[in-house]
């Protein structure tokens, strides 16, 4: 391929990407009942684009609530907020092939892939949606999509993303499911995205441990992988 579409290839996975690391800080996030311990990882790339990973661990059994979306959130649960400022859907290195000075906008949105680690009691089943509960009857409900990790353990993706500082309600055929990989569609946004799936780690190992924030997190989410579509 040529031209604009070739552009939209660019893309980011962080495997070899050092970020900043924060000290963990208590923290109050919105539209939730308990506080988390929070521990944040940022970099600046040469593009301009920021990118921030925030990993908050509730504190005590509680609630989310974002812009009508309701779910529960047990203790030790993480949240991984994942925070992007300055992207240009222009394409790679942010050159665009547009004509009489304008730039063309190459791409639609994004494409976030959270390459996701299944508890050891799943073996090597693929992820699956929750039993008895589709994509659609989840959000129909006011819940988030419940990936299932065995042993207790559960990966939501929440159908609601911040972009721009406003609200918008994802398609139930906007999170998809392939063998171990969970990939969540996102429209085009001007200058700011937020988005957070929860983990729940279950029963394996015990969520109370006081390390979970620094060990199991990674250890649940491998890679995250953003393409332009």
Same mark, same amino acid.
């Given at each position: 391929?040529?031209?604009?579409?070739?552009?939209?290839?660019?893309?980011?996975?962080?495997?070899?990407?050092?970020? #900043?690391?924060?000290?963990?800080?208590?923290?109050?996030?919105?539209?939730?009942?308990?506080?988390?311990?929070?521990?944040?990882?940022?970099?600046?790339?040469?593009?301009?684009?920021?990118?921030?990973?925030?990993?908050?661990?509730?504190?005590?059994?509680?609630?989310?609530?974002?812009?009508?979306?309701?779910?529960?959130?047990?203790?030790?649960?993480?949240?991984?907020?994942?925070?992007?400022?300055?992207?240009?859907?222009?394409?790679?290195?942010?050159?665009?092939?547009?004509? #009489?000075?304008?730039?063309?906008?190459?791409?639609?949105?994004?494409?976030?892939?959270?390459?996701?680690?299944?508890?050891?009691?799943?073996?090597?089943?693929?992820?699956?949606?929750?039993?008895?509960?589709?994509?659609?009857?989840?959000?129909?409900?006011?819940?988030?999509?419940?990936?299932?990790?065995?042993?207790?353990?559960?990966?939501?993706?929440?159908?609601?993303?911040?972009?721009?500082?406003?609200?918008?309600?994802?398609?139930?055929?906007?999170?998809?499911?392939?063998?171990?990989?969970?990939?969540?569609?996102?429209?085009?946004?001007?200058?700011?995205?937020?988005?957070?799936?929860?983990?729940?780690?279950?029963?394996?190992?015990?969520?109370?441990?006081?390390?979970?924030?620094?060990?199991?997190?990674?250890?649940?989410?491998?890679?995250?992988?953003?393409?332009?579509?």
């Amino acid at each position: 391929m040529s031209g604009p579409n070739n552009e939209k290839k660019h893309k980011k996975d962080f495997q070899t990407t050092t970020f #900043g690391k924060k000290p963990a800080a208590n923290v109050v996030k919105n539209g939730t009942r308990p506080g988390f311990q929070k521990q944040e990882m940022n970099k600046d790339f040469s593009d301009g684009v920021n990118v921030t990973f925030e990993w908050l661990q509730a504190e005590q059994d509680g609630f989310i609530e974002q812009d009508g979306e309701n779910d529960t959130i047990k203790a030790g649960s993480l949240k991984l907020t994942l925070k992007i400022q300055g992207w240009k859907f222009c394409g790679k290195d942010r050159v665009c092939n547009g004509t #009489g000075g304008s730039p063309a906008v190459v791409s639609n949105g994004l494409k976030v892939c959270f390459d996701v680690k299944p508890r050891k009691s799943k073996g090597t089943a693929a992820l699956s949606r929750v039993s008895g509960r589709t994509a659609s009857q989840s959000r129909g409900m006011n819940k988030p999509d419940k990936i299932d990790l065995g042993s207790n353990g559960a990966c939501k993706f929440s159908f609601k993303a911040l972009l721009d500082d406003n609200w918008v309600t994802l398609g139930t055929n906007d999170i998809t499911i392939a063998n171990k990989t969970v990939c969540v569609k996102f429209p085009r946004f001007n200058s700011t995205f937020e988005y957070d799936p929860t983990l729940e780690l279950g029963d394996e190992p015990d969520s109370s441990s006081a390390n979970i924030l620094a060990a199991n997190a990674i250890a649940a989410i491998l890679l995250v992988v953003i393409t332009m579509l």
